[in-house]
DNA sequence: TAAGATTTGTTCGTATGTATC
DNA sequence: GGATACATACGAACAAATCTT
């Protein structure tokens, strides 16, 4: 919520009228601190205290709407709510900003090497048993090699599951984000862009160790030890990235 | 703009008419390949290709503008445009995303100091001399020591601002974002809650001088000696802040 | 099950504001 | 300054969803 895109009236321009009651119900809630479910005047109260039409407090509302910060029901009962932002909707609109730029695998690469053990490393001796077991039943979805391009990425995308999984065990909810953030392009890229479609033993044979190794370290409480599988793990993953995005780019000029 | 927050028509619940038209117009953009710039159909011939009334159309287009996708510009030649998302306001949607969640100091600076060495080092021999002198002529802004509370304040936003445009002189978008996030949610606890209140002349020394390293190590196309100061920079800041936090606490806790 | 109440969702017609020529 | 083309804003009415009785 802080202070909004382009929340103070800067400069010269002229902020529309719906921007302006968008951001004036943002401070109201700073301000009296309200939380997530909490309720929002209706649009009847809105209408009057900002002396504007229904069109107008309508569209602020379709502004807050969009960035997760409100949510609408109808009904009795119904009304505006405030909303807590979900993961899900945050790195959606942060993929937003990506879009025209070109990220590529490299890059997520050098992210998740430089997070993804860190990550490791904070959560060894941090999680329950029934954390490390939720763990070990994602890898129980590629427990065997796949047969074929779909089911190598249905295992994949299970693999990054447990990645992503794993971001939510920690205390750290700005390096968790970070972390899921880019487990998901890798998701999106793996189910949208038929990433991982040629099946690879290799992957699946020492992603499948270092994971469970990762698992034996966190439970033993070996910060440094799973730090250590995690960066080998990464290192693996994108050395075969490398030769499997070579592949999709070809593929792309062939078609 | 990949797959909207909640793009597909997911299981029973009916999407209300604005959500609709705003998917469809980004299906449309993606389909299209379209860039930012590009003229977008006009309300009116909006309203006849979607059968919906204006009031509908304009509710779409501020779910679309909210989340920096389109412009619209009033006036002849006006209209809606495609719009690359700033990367200001995607950190400011992100935050978000962090405002009902708690972090702390500590955890920016877990972050940083995992991605801030590796931006470092990825620079090293790649910065152009206009852009080092740019660095430098960042470090100007703090040649001397704070003489009061507002200075200092002052200083660490510029600061924060050389570790912003360094972000920017990376290849890669992605560590670049979380780079520079890292740093404007500093710059905006600086400024409104009375962050680094407390001159320190410690740290603008040893800061200053890692600093003045940094560049040195960049210009000479040194990596691991980026990362490395970078790395002592990063650690020491952490150890400063943690005292800073601990103080800014107290006070809130005795007021 | 059905009716009624409540609240958002949607439409249409009209009028106003703004930037370009 | 006036004409033009576009978004912006208003108001009244009606539709749809959903809770309560």
Same mark, same amino acid.
């Given at each position: 919520?802080?202070? $909004?895109?382009?929340?103070?009236?800067?400069? @010269? @321009?002229?902020? !529309?009228?719906?921007?302006?009651?968008?951001?004036?119900?943002? #401070?109201?809630?700073?301000?009296? $601190? *309200?939380?997530?479910?909490?309720?929002?005047?209706?649009? @009847?109260?809105?209408?009057?205290?900002?002396?504007?039409?229904?069109?107008?407090?309508?569209?602020?509302?379709?502004?807050?709407?969009?960035?997760?910060?409100?949510?609408?029901?109808?009904?009795?009962?119904? $009304?505006?709510?405030?909303?807590?932002?979900?993961?899900?909707?945050?790195?959606? *609109?942060?993929?937003?900003?990506?879009?025209?730029? #070109?990220?590529?695998?490299?890059?997520?690469?050098?992210?998740?090497?430089?997070?993804?053990?860190?990550?490791?490393?904070?959560?060894? $001796?941090? *999680?329950?048993?029934?954390?490390?077991?939720?763990?070990?039943?994602?890898?129980? #979805?590629?427990?065997?090699?796949?047969?074929?391009?779909?089911?190598?990425?249905?295992?994949?995308?299970?693999?990054?599951?447990?990645?992503?999984?794993?971001?939510? +065990?920690?205390?750290?909810?700005?390096?968790?984000?970070?972390?899921? +953030?880019?487990?998901?392009?890798?998701? #999106?890229?793996?189910?949208?862009?038929? *990433?991982?479609?040629?099946?690879?033993?290799?992957?699946?044979?020492?992603?499948?160790?270092?994971?469970?190794?990762?698992?034996?370290?966190?439970?033993?409480?070996?910060?440094?030890?799973?730090?250590?599988?995690?960066? !080998?793990?990464?290192?693996?993953?994108? !050395?075969?990235?490398?030769?499997?995005?070579?592949?999709?780019?070809?593929? +792309?000029?062939?078609?």
């Amino acid at each position: 919520m802080t202070t $909004g895109p382009s929340h103070p009236p800067r400069g @010269a @321009a002229r902020r !529309s009228r719906p921007l302006r009651v968008a951001d004036a119900i943002k #401070d109201w809630v700073v301000e009296r $601190g *309200l939380q997530p479910g909490d309720r929002l005047p209706g649009e @009847a109260e809105l209408i009057e205290r900002f002396g504007m039409s229904k069109g107008t407090i309508r569209e602020a509302m379709r502004l807050l709407q969009a960035q997760g910060l409100v949510e609408t029901k109808t009904g009795p009962g119904g $009304g505006s709510f405030v909303g807590a932002v979900s993961r899900e909707r945050a790195g959606a *609109l942060l993929a937003n900003y990506f879009y025209f730029r #070109d990220v590529t695998i490299a890059d997520i690469y050098q992210v998740r090497i430089a997070l993804e053990p860190e990550l490791a490393a904070s959560l060894a $001796g941090n *999680l329950t048993e029934a954390q490390l077991a939720e763990l070990e039943a994602i890898m129980q #979805d590629y427990a065997h090699a796949a047969a074929d391009a779909e089911e190598e990425r249905r295992q994949h995308v299970a693999s990054l599951r447990f990645h992503a999984r794993l971001s939510d +065990f920690g205390s750290n909810a700005l390096l968790g984000f970070c972390v899921s +953030f880019m487990a998901q392009i890798l998701t #999106d890229l793996t189910v949208y862009k038929r *990433l991982y479609a040629t099946p690879n033993h290799a992957l699946w044979k020492r992603g499948r160790s270092h994971q469970s190794d990762l698992i034996a370290a966190l439970r033993q409480g070996d910060a440094e030890r799973a730090r250590a599988v995690m960066k !080998s793990h990464m290192e693996m993953a994108r !050395s075969l990235m490398d030769a499997q995005e070579a592949e999709v780019m070809k593929r +792309f000029i062939a078609e």
